[in-house]
């Protein structure tokens, strides 16, 4: 079964310019989730889709910050206009369903650096 | 108060030894606890988990959760040099919170030889 995938792996931009990150769950994972992950610190949920609706945003800087799963499939994140702060890892998981029971898988990640 | 705390670190322990990590939470709504383990530049991935009130056994693994106490914890048996690794305790809800993963800051585990 093939995991999580991500893209890019690792993203240098300066600030104010925009990014964007691109997830495909596992095939058949109906919840997705978008990460940021500072060095240093725990992964802190920034957005949850069951299939293509958004279940919890609440901790996403939406002046800035925007995700889509348009065909409740693939994601994608970006950030527009980028700041210093935002240099993390973005992770993005998946799982069958948004349960406790449900072990999240987590894929790669991508590493943005902000000049 | 952060929702999930983990024990300060970094923790380290000669191979062999038992390692001991330590997690509170402070959300009642948390049904189900997960460890995962994070290597160095890598994503996270899921060691255990546990639900219920007592003690869960994997290997050389033991989770522990105490539910009145609000406290959970990771007991490594005959730790090895591979098990050196950022531990991260998360705290999940159930209901309408849609099952949110809250992760804690993660505690550093060095094994020595």
């Known amino acids: 079964e093939a995991g999580v995938a991500q893209s890019p792996r690792y993203k240098i931009i300066e600030k104010r310019q925009s990014v964007a990150f691109w997830c495909n769950p596992i095939?058949?994972?109906?919840?997705l989730y978008w990460y940021q992950q500072i060095l240093g610190q725990g992964p802190k949920l920034l957005i949850q889709f069951q299939n293509n609706g958004v279940v919890d945003d609440s901790q996403l800087p939406k002046d800035r910050f925007s995700a889509e799963r348009l065909k409740g499939v693939d994601s994608t994140l970006k950030i527009q206009p980028a700041k210093l702060e935002d240099s993390a890892v973005y992770l993005c998981?998946?799982?069958?369903?948004?349960?406790?029971?449900?072990?999240?898988?987590f894929g790669p990640g991508t590493r943005l650096t902000v000049t | 108060q952060k929702e999930v705390e983990q024990n300060s670190g970094p923790l380290s322990v000669p191979e062999g030894a038992i390692a001991s990590l330590n997690c509170t939470y402070s959300d009642r709504g948390s049904q189900s606890f997960f460890w995962y383990r994070q290597y160095s530049g890598k994503s996270p991935e899921l060691i255990m988990f546990?639900?219920?009130?007592g003690d869960k056994e994997d290997g050389r693994f033991t989770a522990q959760l105490n539910k009145a106490s609000q406290y959970v914890s990771l007991l490594i048996r005959d730790s090895q040099p591979s098990d050196s690794a950022t531990y991260l305790c998360a705290g999940r809800a159930g209901g309408t919170s849609y099952g949110k993963l809250t992760f804690g800051q993660g505690t550093i585990l060095t094994v020595h030889p």
């Open positions: 998981a998946s799982s069958l369903w948004a349960h406790p029971s449900y072990e999240q898988y």
């Open positions: 095939s058949g994972h109906a919840t």
């Open positions: 546990i639900y219920s009130n």
